[in-house]
């Protein structure tokens, strides 16, 4: 079946605006999770959702980062005032329950001019 | 300490040799683990996870899990140029998974 789809696949984005990250997870899949990877580094936990409610934002890394799921479906992940920092891949997982394995979309890469 | 830790590498090993991985996690509460496989410049791929104190065995992969000694390993055998990859391992710690910084592996013709 279909896995997990990201869009774009790559953003080019000047310093300050607005970008809208979407996530489209596996079918029948309850949970999805947002992660970062910087260049060379690893995997940062960003937030997760449990049907459309968000038990842990944690890892948001400041109020510019925001992310809201619609149902059991989409997800769109805001990054507002972009910053270079901000730069990385942003990757969408999916799973059957926050218990279980986790699939992971082809990521978003973003570049902060 | 970090919640999941494991040896950076990277590892070398010979073309048909067995590559083994080692993980460490923190969090005795853990149920869920997992092994990725992260090629440059893509995403991770699942490719084992493991419940159970014991082995588990698909194909040339077999992950190993000791609750006990908070110890995941993953051992490769017959190892290939394409499993040259960065290995990430991963710990299911209150619903949401914490990820190892991952050790490459460089299989050597």
């Known amino acids: 079946g279909a896995g997990v789809s990201q869009s774009p696949s790559n953003k080019v984005t000047e310093k300050g605006k607005d970008v809208e990250l979407r996530c489209d997870p596996i079918s029948g899949h309850t949970a999805l999770y947002w992660y970062r990877q910087r260049l060379g580094q690893g995997l940062e936990f960003l937030i997760y959702?449990?049907?459309?409610?968000?038990?842990?934002k944690s890892g948001l890394p400041s109020d510019r980062f925001s992310a809201e799921r619609t149902g059991e479906s989409v997800s769109t992940l805001t990054i507002q005032r972009t910053q270079q920092e901000d730069s990385a891949v942003y990757l969408c997982?999916?799973?059957?329950?926050?218990?279980?394995?986790?699939?992971f979309g082809p990521g978003t890469r973003l570049t902060v001019t | 300490q970090k919640e999941v830790e494991q040896n950076s590498g990277p590892l070398s090993v010979p073309e048909g040799a067995i590559a083994s991985l080692n993980c460490t996690y923190s969090?005795?509460?853990?149920?869920?683990f997992f092994w990725y496989r992260q090629y440059s410049g893509k995403s991770p791929e699942l490719i084992m996870f493991i419940y159970s104190n014991g082995d588990k065995e698909d194909g040339r992969f077999t992950a190993q899990l000791n609750k006990a000694s908070q110890y995941v390993s993953l051992l490769i055998r017959d190892s290939q140029p394409s499993d040259s990859a960065t290995y990430l391992c991963?710990?299911?710690?209150?619903?949401?998974?914490?990820f190892g910084a991952g050790t490459q592996v460089v299989v050597t013709p």
């Open positions: 997982a999916s799973s059957f329950g926050t218990h279980y394995e986790q699939y």
């Open positions: 991963a710990v299911n710690s209150w619903g949401k998974l914490q």
């Open positions: 969090d005795r509460g853990s149920q869920s």
């Open positions: 959702f449990q049907g459309n409610s968000a038990p842990d």
